[in-house]
């Protein structure tokens, strides 16, 4: 009987023992089943989808880039891209032969990317294939060919650093092209297709109902005839002076549309690779210079503003010799007695740094700066520099002097060119552009670029005083007579600048900074122009080797606008300009103007842009005060009223 208890204890123990492993593996499979069903179903669900679909990112065409003219500078062109699925691949030694010489790509290449584990790979994006080597191609298994689009610049060199260019995705890299890459390569969108046992993709089902939105078109107020005059000119001054590289900016003086940015040397963005880094940059916006005697213009304008000296008052110049603090100043000649309007057009260092005791510390400080120098123009371009300007709390017991004659402060071409338009417009420091509109693809406006006006910096009628005595720096005994055109009033000023040793401090003995800069026709400017070269050899002062470049820019783009010397003014002649084709439609800017300026009263400035209300004010030397953007909506004082004793007129734009 205890036997027979035993042997029944003992048989329960066993079932029990099995029931207990079943439990366990039924609760394991359970568990199993409920972290496959439920804890991990997005993850094996992304697996699965992985394994049976396909999914392929589709940029849109990026939109192309045109000058003033709708003439192209940018333009995105459908080429052939070559690509491998090395596990499809029966045979990738015979392959890497055949694709070598098509492709031109080395052998041990190839086998380096063929042999990846990843199941797709690019042999060579963007490549030119005839139908010939394009059927070899596609006939390798595992190797197939797929469309992309490839930027290409029709106009290679011209306009380079500007415009900028993309990278093998066609994302923007410099220049507009990185600027407004957000506009200019549109949008993406991602299209999904199943894939049969092989791998072999098949029909995208859903590829006609996802289309991605192209890429917007970007309209310069770049001029592709003004630039390309630049560049020559530019490239002239460079070979024949010696200089290492050199800048020119045009601008309209009344808008900040710039016309042409020249930078040398350049590069061809069709062929980037074969380019150093320091040849992308766009060196009117990013170099900066000590400029020298130009920025004595500015310096004679603050005085006269500021009534702290008058034109005709007399400077003694010490003969040549200044002695200040533990300095000597030194002037090419030894002056006597000069007025401001000889100090400008002799360009006399101790005659600009006795005018900038007059004016004061403080007081030179606040208009440099109001006239744009310390501070970024903000531009519509990447990589704007904002040049170097101590405040005059900082100013060593020498700084006052050596600012007033342009030293001990650096700058770039575009602030000059803004300030000088300052000048050249009656007193308004405009802000400087480059994109006149974005379109889309049906050549609707979604944005357009508008002349702001930063700020008055000096009145009209200094304004009106510093042209003329720029006028007297091109004509006979200044420094700027190479500036002078037959037939035009040139309005403009010479620089010659010691570069900076920042390595040992002080300045190189022979490395020089030449600039000229002017606004013509002088009395009614439609130009307003920047030439810097950077250390000519040999001959270095700006009214010698600058001058000329600017004389060459200023004639052939003044002849191509259609503005001649025949008529009163230089004023555009309209039978001419209705005959060609002008960036800046001086023609019909001429016509308005005449059909909208009544004999007496203030002009009806209703419907028209800022940019035309701007011309008409100045042509009737009023001073308007702008507020919104768009067209004018309101002004005060109305139409034909009387105009105001001070020239104020506020105009309201919507």
Known sequence: MKGAKKEGGFSKGRVWLVVSVFVLLFSAVLYKAFSLQVLDQRGLKKMALNQH?????VQSKRGAIYDRNLKELAVSIEVDSVYAEPSKMDAPKAAVRSLSRILSVDNRELEKRLGSSRNFVWLKRQVDLKEEERQKVTGIEGVGVRKESRRYYPNKQLASNLIGFTGVDANGLEGVELYYDGLLKGSSTRITGEKDALGRTLIFEDSGKKVPIGGMEVELTIDKTIQYHAERSLKKAIESSGAKGGTAVVMNPATGEVLAMASLPTFDPNDIKGYAP???????????FEPGSVLKLFLISAAIEENAISPGELFFCENGKYKVADRTFHDIKGYGWLSAVQIIKYSSNIGSAKIGERLGKARLYRYLKSFGFGEKTGIDLPGETAGAFRHFKGWSGVTLQT????????????????????????GFLMKPYVVKAVRDLGGNAVNETNPVIVRRVISEKTAKRMTEMLIGVTETGGTGTRAKIDGFEVAGKTGTAQKADLKNGG???????????????????KLAIVVVLDEPKGEHH???????????IAQASLAYMGIFPDLPGGAVNPAVKAGSESGTKAGVVASELESVLPEKG?????GKTVRNVIKIAKEKSLDVNVTGSGKAVLQKPGPGKAVPADGRVAVWFQ
């Open 53 to 57: 679909n396909k999914t392929l990112n």
């Open 278 to 288: 320091r040849q992308w940059k766009n060196k009117p916006i990013a170099d900066t």
């Open 403 to 426: 600012v007033s004659f342009g030293q001990g402060i650096s700058v770039t071409a575009i602030q000059l060119a803004s300030a000088l338009s300052t000048v050249a417009n009656g």
């Open 507 to 525: 300045y190189h003995e022979s490395a020089y900074t030449a600039t000229f800069m002017g606004f013509v026709p002088a009395r009614s400017p």
């Open 542 to 552: 700006g009214g010698v080797v600058s001058a000329p470049a600017f004389k060459e």
């Open 602 to 606: 203030v002009p009806d400035f209703t």
